[in-house]
């Protein structure tokens, strides 16, 4: 009997800590849950209206990369280029521009890969999707408020989804069929159609709102993201690390010599490759960085190369960034947090599994509220009105 009240006691505490976890963050998870679901598309969506990107093969090799960084410099001058993505030869090149201080400017220029001539600049700030991604990490509000807001959030959505699943689990397996199947019948009050919206819907749901809470974690905090590296059996430096030249650069023309080889020449050794983009040396100590994307829409296989600004020797790095081939299982798992958050790991079915399965979770923080109003105010009885003659 005492052990039967105890348990009984544990159930009302984590049914206690689930409602009030649910109050605290229903509408962050509602807006993060709805912008998700918005931004998982992004790239399709793009593709029908950037027709400003497609450029008409010609016999002629690609400008090089120093004449693109001189073009770029005087369309947008005074800003820093992040990198150059150089794509199939029917692809106009982008030039990425980004300063994260004192705001964040970012803004892209596309450029005739034979040619050089300007085609378009587009401010990544602005636009439906700035707005939909603005909305997904920070509510809209100030950056410094919102990312707190959103992390913190998404870390107790954790809780919330694990003792939701505690609720959910019934006492015997005589009622287990009972809690994964909907029993309505024509008489079925809407109070208890709301309660099995919320916990059936949320239970078959709950795989899918634990990876995508549990990514989001990983690319919020970053002890949530060692601890997650280590716990796979990480070893190496889970940091993004460009190494130095191993000389540095001594102001002669050989700087422009030797990046704008660097593409070509890895056109030739990656010839399965998607797309190249090149980052430029930082400074006259620092490498030059290219990222290699070896699939079309999908991050955690790239393979990230470090050269010597002098030499183009490649430079070897002890990171989980480097070559997709030398990247271990816990390395594998960091490197694929992005791909499993928008679902782009499974292809254009895992995106939609998980822009259904956002779209989905958006609903739970309306029905735990209107579950927890209806038992709240339930025995509120509403005055009576006294009719006077």
């Known amino acids: 009997m005492v052990e039967k009240k105890s348990k009984k006691n544990k159930r009302k505490l984590i049914l206690q800590v689930h409602k009030i976890l649910g109050l605290l963050t229903g509408i962050v998870v509602l807006i993060v849950s709805i912008t998700g679901c918005l931004w998982v598309f992004k790239e399709e969506i793009e593709g029908f209206y950037d027709d400003y990107s497609q450029v008409a093969v010609q016999e002629l090799n690609f400008i090089d990369a120093s004449q693109v960084k001189t073009i770029a410099e005087s369309i947008i001058p005074g800003k820093t280029i992040h990198g150059v993505i150089y794509g199939p030869p029917d692809e106009a090149l982008e030039v990425v521009f980004y300063e994260a201080e004192p705001e964040v400017f970012y803004q892209s220029v596309f450029l005739n890969p034979y040619t050089g001539e300007f085609l378009k600049r587009i401010d990544r700030n602005s636009g439906f999707f700035a707005f939909v991604l603005d909305g997904h990490l920070h ?4 950056k410094a408020i919102g990312s707190l807001v959103v992390s913190y959030a998404i870390l107790l959505f954790l809780l919330i989804i694990i003792s939701g699943l505690i609720l959910w689990w019934p006492k015997n397996r005589k009622n287990f069929r009972q809690r994964l199947q909907f029993h309505w019948k024509s008489s079925t009050r809407w109070k208890r159609k709301n309660f099995d919206l919320h916990t059936i819907i949320g239970f078959y749901i709950s795989s899918f709102t634990l990876i995508f809470a549990f990514t989001g974690c990983i690319m919020a905090f970053n002890w949530f993201y ?12 889970p940091r993004f690390v460009v190494p130095n030249s191993e000389i540095a650069y ?20 990656y010839k399965e ?41 490649e430079l070897e790095v002890n990171s989980i960034y480097g070559k997709y081939q030398n ?24 995106k939609l599994i998980a822009f259904l399965a956002s779209l989905i979770a958006a609903s739970l923080p309306v029905t735990g509220i209107i579950l927890w109003y209806g038992k709240k105010f339930k025995n509120i009885k509403k005055p009576e009105l006294v009719l006077k003659n």
């Open 139 to 142: 509510l809209w509000l100030p």
């Open 273 to 313: 490759a998607k797309s190249f983009e090149l980052h430029y040396p930082e400074s006259d100590t620092t490498s030059i960085l290219v990222e290699v994307s070896n699939s079309k829409g999908l991050y955690y296989n790239m393979d990230y190369l470090f050269f010597d600004q002098n030499t183009l020797k």
């Open 226 to 237: 060692f601890i997650a590296y280590k716990a796979t059996g990480g070893d190496k430096d």
């Open 327 to 350: 990247a271990d299982f816990a390395d594998k798992v960091i490197r694929m947090n992005y791909d499993i958050h928008i679902g782009a790991i499974g292809g254009l079915a895992g």
């Open 250 to 269: 001594n102001q002669t023309s050989e700087e422009q010599l030797a990046y704008d080889q660097l593409v070509p020449r890895l056109k030739e050794t």
